[in-house]
């Protein structure tokens, strides 16, 4: 992600945690919403303007610069023992999963069976095990990256392909909102590598898209599950008829 993208990215983040809109945005720089919303999708920022927009939130440039720095060490794969301590409490894996998609704490508990106390405490235990850094007045810093990756064969893999993926699976997937598509083929390692490459691009791309739509109001986002693979793999059905060598 490129430098300007992800300044901006920080910037949404920390405009979502102070409630601040791009209305209200646009109120206080005397300009139209729908510029506002241009100026942040395409990332066409003047210093000027991102001062500007910095001094709504009573944040520096410099500051902004800097906690854009630090997101960018965010981590990528989470330990064994951070994967185990959310598979063994399930509410804990929820809020895991809430605080990566930005919910404000006030979502969590209006839309979930959780009190205020429980959920500080949940919170807490995120920060413990460093997914989270707490901040006053219940909000937060993420500290584990939008596109991170699960152990390979760990809690967290074998939880999704257990009680996940099946689910997931078992759907007519005929919904507007829903897509399915299967394809095969026979590919040369080289075409393989660029396929590879496209997915992992498009796993980035969902991940900026989801950090984006965050600003939104709850109610104007679906919770969404997308499911990529790619494998050596032949139909059974096939397999039968295969010559012995």
């Known amino acids: 992600m490129s430098q300007i993208k992800q300044t901006t990215n920080t910037l949404k983040q920390l ?11 646009a109120g206080k720089l005397e300009m139209s919403e ?3 919303k241009r100026v942040f999708a395409t990332n066409s920022f003047s210093l000027e303007r991102l001062e500007q927009i ?10 902004l610069f800097s906690l854009s720095e630090k997101q960018q060490q965010q981590l990528t794969e989470l330990t064994l ?13 929820l809020i895991a999963v809430c605080v990566r998609d930005y919910w404000a704490f006030e979502e969590i508990i209006e839309h979930y069976d ?15 095990i460093k997914l989270i850094q707490l901040l006053p007045n219940n909000n937060y810093k993420l500290l584990i990256a939008q596109d ?36 095969r083929g026979r590919y040369s390692k080289t075409s393989i590598g660029i396929i590879q490459r496209k997915l992992n ?11 984006e739509d965050s600003s939104l109001p709850l109610e104007q986002r679906i919770h969404m599950g997308m499911l990529f693979a790619m494998r050596p793999w032949e139909p059974s ?6 010559r012995t060598k």
């Open 237 to 242: 059905l096939f397999e039968q008829f295969r």
């Open 201 to 211: 691009q498009i796993t980035k791309e969902a991940a900026e898209l989801n950090i």
């Open 114 to 128: 959780i009190d205020l106390h429980e959920c500080i405490q949940l919170m807490a235990k995120l920060d413990k």
């Open 15 to 25: 405009l979502k945690q102070h409630k601040v809109t791009y209305r209200m945005i």
């Open 54 to 63: 910095c001094q709504i939130i009573n944040l520096t440039l410099s500051d």
């Open 148 to 183: 991170f990756r699960w152990i390979k064969n760990g809690p967290l893999e074998r939880f999704m392909e257990k009680e996940v993926l099946n689910r997931f699976m078992a759907s007519s997937f005929d919904s507007d909102d829903c897509f399915r598509f299967y394809l």
């Open 81 to 93: 023992e951070q994967e185990q301590e959310l598979i063994e409490n399930p509410k804990l894996l």
């Open 34 to 36: 729908a510029n506002i």
